[in-house]
């Protein structure tokens, strides 16, 4: 009976420890509320207390041995670096959001295939080619890509691919030049938000026919373009929320525009628009807010 007991004893004490131990996941949003943004010279004596690191711009190549004993760790930025590679990074198995942008990667690190809490990552401005198949089997709770200046990257081959994140929500592309958008667009489910930045050309009328096949799209990022006219077919777009147009040739908006009846805010700074006919675009959208 004494040994019963001490066997009942013990199971519990395990399972409240393992109770004890276990980190709450927050959500992004929350962690980007959270104002406890550390840095190396100002952590907390309990490591444990660490959910989000900013580590940019500090001239590295290593991630300091520390950050290894952060085993809370949900979010951490390594951008504007020197990093060409991450080793140890798959013991931080908790990190949802990782910044990895502005760095030396001639390859796709392998260890973030095996952060399977990751939401969101961004890569802009490195030297890789390619994602490897493992990234997709991985990473399968990616809401957001950051995939902007990748001036090595075969975005033809890896754009056909970018559905297979079947929660992604947010991509961002451009500022290199992309000559061919292989999206499969019928596949983007959960896209509510796209950038596609920069582009010497811009086929305005046939990308937005394209998107119309995403039904959660609510905000889209055209700057830099040089559009002079918005196709008719935006008004395809039904649930657009917000449209930014900044930084293009646009004088005048297509009168299907005013169809959009959910849509709170355009921007068309430096756009040479003709105020006379924003005004009366303006008139008829008096929810919508135009920025110009």
């Keep these: 009976m004494k040994t019963l007991l001490i066997i009942t004893f013990s199971i519990f004490a395990f399972i409240s420890c393992s109770k004890k131990t276990e980190t709450k996941l927050y959500s992004i949003k929350e962690l980007e509320e959270n104002k406890f943004l550390f840095k190396l010279d100002s952590l907390p004596k309990n490591l444990e207390e660490v959910l ?11 991630i300091p041995e520390v950050v290894f004993k952060m085993q809370n760790l949900q979010e ?10 991450v080793k140890g990074i798959e013991v931080l198995k908790n990190l949802q959001y990782l910044n990895l942008g502005m760095n030396r990667l001639n390859d796709f690190p392998l260890e973030i295939t095996k952060l399977h809490n990751l939401k969101e990552i961004g890569l802009w401005w490195n030297d890789f080619k390619d994602f490897p198949n493992e990234f997709y089997s991985g990473n399968t709770k990616l809401e957001a890509l950051d995939i902007t200046s990748l001036y090595n990257f075969d975005f033809r081959k890896n754009l056909a691919e970018v559905h297979k994140f079947k929660y992604l929500k947010r991509l961002n592309l451009g500022a290199n030049q992309i ?7 019928k596949y983007l489910t959960n896209l509510e938000e796209l950038g596609y930045i920069h582009q010497e050309k811009f086929n305005a009328n046939s990308i937005v026919d394209s998107l119309s096949n995403c039904n959660k799209l609510r905000i889209i990022h055209f700057s830099g373009n040089k559009i002079s006219q918005l196709p008719n077919n935006i008004k395809l777009l039904e649930n657009l929320e917000e449209l930014n147009l900044f930084e293009n040739n646009i004088q005048n908006l297509p009168i299907e525009i005013t169809e959009l009846k959910k849509l709170k ?12 006919k924003i005004r009366e675009i303006e008139k008829r959208m008096p ?5 110009y």
Excluded: H, Q
Excluded at 52 to 62: A, E, F, Q, W
Excluded at 287 to 291: V, Y
């Design 179 to 185: 000559p061919e958008l292989t999206l499969k667009y």
């Design 265 to 276: 805010e355009i921007s068309l700074i430096d756009n040479p628009i003709d105020e006379f």
């Design 76 to 85: 951490l930025d390594l951008s504007k670096n020197a990093f060409k590679d």
């Design 287 to 291: 929810k919508t807010k135009i920025i």
């Design 52 to 62: 989000r690191l900013d580590l940019s711009g500090k001239g590295i190549d290593k």
